[in-house]
């Protein structure tokens, strides 16, 4: 069930978000989380693809969201594959009925302890470039005008991936992707890193970097940089 209140007060934050110099990946990282606290998902991920059949991990509301989506990118197989290929929802869609259509995805995710999956895409007119996936630990499903809330949510994340350059042609926004995907990369290293050093979580290492982007004002992406900087200056001999 999709709460009215959770989603008046995502788009107040989208407001205040999209504004210039606005951090694109710690946007995305909010948008879903937001998006699991609407609908009430178990975990949320949301995936880019660059060019034609690759596809990219770019953030997830947990480390289960961000397996799950690894999981269809290394396999090639699942929900999202499908609504990147498609263009189209995949929407309440019951694991323990899917093994036929994903074979590889399906039991990995229910052994998981996931039931039901629903992905949306995320389109530039009749260019899709990547997708919010929905994962739930029951059988779930969404009603039709669930569908198009979460749909919604999938819109504003594109509109977000465009809003720090006016994209003229389908080049610049293979390269805008392609932009905020390595900084993607960065951010995990620096998470990964961090976690090790600090003896903590990876959850709790992209909390802390955040938290630290957003005290100084800088994105995320530069407070990686910096961490990695100083841990590889912490071990050279």
């Known amino acids: 069930m999709i709460s009215v209140i959770d989603l008046s007060e995502f788009f107040v934050e989208v ?6 110099d606005f951090d694109l990946l710690d946007f995305l990282d909010t948008l879903t989380h937001r998006a699991a606290t609407v609908s009430g998902a178990a975990a949320v991920g949301l995936v880019l693809s660059d060019r034609p059949g690759r596809v990219r991990f770019m953030a ?5 969201g961000k397996m799950l989506e690894l999981l ?12 990147l290929t498609s263009g189209e929802p995949v929407v309440n869609a019951d694991l323990a009925h899917a093994s ?17 999956v629903h992905a949306f895409p995320m389109r530039l007119r009749t260019q899709v470039i990547g997708a919010l996936n929905l994962f739930g630990t029951e059988d779930s499903r969404f009603e039709p005008d669930e569908i198009r809330v979460v749909q919604a949510l999938a819109d504003i994340a594109t509109i977000a991936i465009l809003q720090e350059r006016n994209l003229a042609h389908a080049e610049i926004l293979t390269e805008q992707l392609q932009g905020a995907l390595n900084s993607r990369v960065v951010i995990e290293q ?9 003896h903590i979580s990876t959850s709790e290492a992209f ?8 005290s100084s004002r800088r994105r ?6 910096d961490v990695l900087a100083q841990l590889e200056g912490r071990v050279r001999p």
């Not at 997830?60 to 289960?64: C, I, K, P, Y």
């Not at 399906?106 to 302890?113: L, M």
């Not at 995320?220 to 940089?225: E, F, G, M, R």
């Open 15 to 20: 407001a205040d978000t999209l504004v210039d």
């Open 72 to 83: 269809q990118i290394q396999n090639e197989e699942g929900p999202c594959r499908d609504c």
């Open 60 to 64: 997830s509301s947990n480390e289960s």
């Open 100 to 116: 036929d259509r994903w074979p590889t995805f399906a039991p990995r995710a229910i052994h998981a302890g996931f039931q039901s």
């Open 190 to 198: 620096a998470k990964g890193a961090l976690a090790q050093a600090d």
């Open 207 to 214: 909390d802390l970097l955040r938290s630290r982007a957003r």
């Open 220 to 225: 995320l992406v530069d407070v990686a940089n």
